[in-house]
């Protein structure tokens, strides 16, 4: 049950919904897509099981997701409402002000490509203003996934086959380090941080690096 501040305010009421532990990593994981039970089990390591469906059922009850039938129409999936996809901006600013924090590394806590793939375009929107047309590819370790500049911004997906401009090969910090423009690319690769298949001019235009 969602408890109430009391308060008369649009963030405390906005916090009766989302404030609560591993809410906001619930809609994370449904910002990248919609998602099956077990996937968000999956996405989000440390939760206990009986604690996701409490908070899938508070979240549900207050508008912000909703389940439905995946498309084959025998198994049950999450997704964001209309209303609850609208977390993304908020979502994206705390990544942006989260830059600083991720400097260190994991130091042994969990990741997921798929969780970086969410932080870029936040990280590049909001600092690259002159976008080249170029798709760099990025592996972290898991699935590699590709990073597309566009006019209209930057699109994260799953390698679709296509050819890719240059790839980049590194850890999480170093990547997040050059998207939020904290590390210099010269200075990843004296340290041996990262390798670049393909066209380094590419990679230094997508991270306006």
Do not use: H
């Amino acid at each position: 049950m969602m408890r109430s501040y009391g308060q008369y305010c649009g963030l405390a009421r906005s916090l009766e919904i989302v404030g609560d532990r591993w809410n906001l990593l619930i809609v994370r994981q449904l910002l990248i897509g919609p998602a099956r039970y077990r996937d968000l089990i999956d996405g989000l390591p440390g939760i206990a099981t009986n604690l996701l469906a409490d908070r899938l059922r508070d979240l549900e009850t207050a508008g912000v997701l909703e389940r439905r039938l995946a498309d084959k129409g025998s198994v049950v999936e999450y997704a964001l409402t209309p209303w609850g996809a609208e977390l993304r901006e908020p979502i994206e600013s705390l990544i942006r002000w989260s830059a600083p924090l991720m400097t260190r590394g994991p130091e042994g806590d969990s990741f997921r490509p798929e969780w970086l793939a969410l932080a870029l375009p936040a990280l590049l929107d909001a600092r690259v203003k002159i976008r080249a047309g170029a798709t760099v590819g990025i592996e972290v370790g898991g699935a590699p996934f590709q990073l597309r500049a566009t006019r209209s911004g930057f699109e994260v997906g799953p390698r679709d086959g296509s050819d890719l401009d240059a790839t980049v090969r590194a850890d999480p910090a170093c990547v997040l380090g050059l998207a939020a423009g904290a590390l210099a690319l010269d200075d990843a690769r004296a340290l041996g941080m990262i390798e670049i298949d393909g066209a380094e001019s590419a990679v230094r235009a997508v991270f306006g690096i």
